[in-house]
């Protein structure tokens, strides 16, 4: 995925063409702008006010309790890249809103933008000791409890758009009846595997801490007994041996250092049955001599500043399974988050 700047007229597009565009002011100025502006938007339950019938920006700025110019100036940022559609004095919500902000949508990521809003933001601005330390922020010990609540709905958020269709490409095995979701909190993959694949049960194993705050997640998707919570800890903890036809381990892997990323393919070989499957669910760090792509580069800065190692690479990756005696298969990329791939590996 890129990001680009398309020109609405002739005279644009020459002026992108002969570079006189000044293009680092874009990055610079106007898309901090804008992401600050989304986020504070849905934070303030603009799109909800305006859902319920509040369309003028008097009405909007009463319902949220905004100053009414500085209102207006939000949502000429919101029009001008399509969240919102003014016509007659009123503003009205596109299907890019309706979709994935509103938060009665099932596929909202509301809560994402929310927990970037009010955690997130001010990490960034540390970038410029982490570029001249290289030691990332290790967010998870900073996190308060309120935080960690709303660090679960966010993590949420952020799997809705990738759940069921890592469901429907996870290269599960004949006759599989046992999973384990490493770290998985919310459970949010282990439940759709579930949903699609009748005879499984899955394990979420992840820390006191996360399983807490995202019991009550999971217990909303009434899975039962199929989907199941476990306290534990994949660094200090022994998994049971031949046990698993398939081990997940989704946006892990960037909290983790190589050797810790080594013992848990090791002890994930070692849980799997025969035939089994170990998949590593990531960002992936893109080879800078390919073609440049955004989404996998912007996290892998991302996850190096907040964690402790960034993204890895398939390679990488496919390394560690080697080493464990697994096979790895072929990468599977999503088609919802570019830049985001299954690496798995069979026993």
């Not at 759709?192 to 801490?209: F, M, N, V, W």
Request: proline share 5%.
């Amino acid at each position: 995925m890129q990001l680009r700047v398309f020109p609405d007229n002739l005279k644009e597009w020459l002026a992108l063409r002969l570079n006189l565009v000044p293009m680092p002011l874009l990055h610079a100025q106007v898309l901090p702008v804008i992401s600050r502006a989304v986020l504070e938007a849905v934070d303030g339950g603009v799109f909800e006010a305006i859902q319920n019938g509040h369309t003028t920006t008097e009405a909007i700025a009463g319902a949220c309790g905004f100053d009414v110019r500085a209102t207006t100036q939000l949502l000429g940022v919101l029009t001008s890249v399509n969240y919102l559609q003014f016509k007659k004095k009123e503003y009205r919500l596109t299907r890019i809103t309706r979709k994935w902000i509103l938060a009665d949508s099932p596929d909202t990521v509301r809560d994402l933008a929310i927990y970037n809003n009010r955690i997130v933001w001010p990490w960034l601005e540390k970038m410029g000791e982490y570029l001249k330390t290289g030691k990332g922020l290790q967010y998870h010990d900073s996190l308060q409890a309120d935080d960690w609540e709303l660090y679960q709905r966010g993590m949420w958020a952020g799997a809705i758009s990738e759940a069921k269709e890592f469901a429907r490409k996870v290269p599960l095995p004949k006759n599989a009846t046992q999973m384990l979701d490493i770290g998985g909190s919310h459970g949010l993959h282990s439940v759709e595997t579930c949903r699609r694949y009748p005879g499984i049960t899955a394990t979420i194993l992840d820390l006191p801490g996360a399983v807490e705050k995202a019991a009550p997640l999971l217990a909303k998707q009434n899975m039962g007994d199929r989907v199941v919570h476990q306290v534990g800890n994949i660094l200090t903890d022994e998994l049971p041996e031949s046990t698993y036809d398939l081990i997940l381990m989704s946006s892990v892997a960037h909290h983790f250092t190589e050797e810790q990323n080594i013992l848990v393919a090791q002890k994930a070989a070692q849980a799997l049955r025969p035939g089994g499957v170990f998949i590593i669910n990531e960002f992936i760090r893109p080879d800078p001599q390919a073609a440049p792509e955004l989404v996998g580069s912007s996290t892998d800065l991302f996850f190096g500043l907040t964690s402790t190692s960034g993204n890895w690479s398939v390679e990488e990756i496919n390394t560690w399974q080697r080493a464990s005696g697994l096979t790895p298969l072929r990468a599977i990329g999503y088609q919802a988050i570019p830049g985001r791939f299954q690496v798995g590996a069979r026993k």
